[in-house]
């Protein structure tokens, strides 16, 4: 089984400035990752993942991510953020064998001007 | 290219009674899983369905239960509903070569459950 663990419940940024959110996994196998975005009042929208091949991942709206494997780690970043960026941020994972998606308890960011 | 799709938005039902809460997979996915939100936690696994059939479950109770259509369109059904249920129920659909062999999991708007 996998399990996710964000490591920060709420972030709050000032607009243009960068932010770094944190997820670990913990897997006894290969993995997928995933990062998703919810909006107040709305589904989940893939931000970006990472399947296989290059560790930095590049996704929408200017964000990107980095996959760790030694420290089992899936960091979201942005280098510049907008007050639209105000969400909550989930970061996910799959076995490479497994479509269940187990998620983490959710990062909310609060972007202020 | 047409998105997932739920229906209702929001619904409001009394303890013990049933709900039925369907969606509509995206244009050219074959697979539906469903994942239960309660206020404040992540998305957790219900079930998915693959071909008409479940692939897989959860950690939930046999009251809840689903169904997937021809069209890939799918139902999930909760019966003797309980406080607990009150959550947004989110659908995700992918496309699949073989059961095990998924792509990305594409989420619709959900489905707000509040049980009295």
């Known amino acids: 089984a996998q399990s996710v663990t964000q490591l920060d419940s709420q972030v709050p940024v000032f607009e243009e400035a960068p932010v770094e959110l944190r997820c670990n996994y913990s897997?006894?196998?290969?993995?997928?990752l995933f990062w998703y975005v919810q909006y107040p009042n709305q589904g989940l929208q893939l931000l970006l993942k990472y399947l296989s091949g290059s560790t930095l991942v590049k996704g929408i709206n200017g964000f990107e991510a980095e996959f760790n494997k030694s420290q089992t780690s899936f960091h979201l970043r942005k280098p510049s953020v907008h007050i639209s960026d105000t969400a909550e941020y989930f970061c996910a994972v799959s076995s490479i064998n497994d479509y269940k998606l187990s998620f983490g308890a959710g990062t909310t960011v609060t972007v202020r001007a | 290219e047409t998105g997932v799709t739920q229906s209702p938005t929001h619904l409001i039902k009394t303890r013990g009674q049933q709900v039925t809460l369907r969606c509509s997979s995206q244009s050219g996915h074959n697979t539906v899983s469903w994942y239960q939100q309660a206020l404040g936690q992540g998305p957790q696994f219900i079930f998915q369905?693959?071909?008409?059939?479940?692939?897989g479950r959860g950690n939930f109770p046999p009251r809840f239960s689903g169904l997937q259509f021809p069209n890939y369109s799918s139902e999930l059904n909760v019966n003797a509903l309980e406080l607990d249920d009150s959550a947004l129920y989110l659908c995700?659909?992918?496309?699949?070569?073989?059961?095990?062999?998924?792509?990305?999991?594409?989420f619709g708007p959900g489905t707000r459950l509040l049980v009295l």
């Open positions: 897997s006894s196998v290969s993995v997928y």
């Open positions: 369905y693959y071909r008409e059939e479940e692939n």
């Open positions: 995700a659909s992918s496309f699949s070569q073989a059961e095990s062999l998924q792509e990305t999991q594409y």
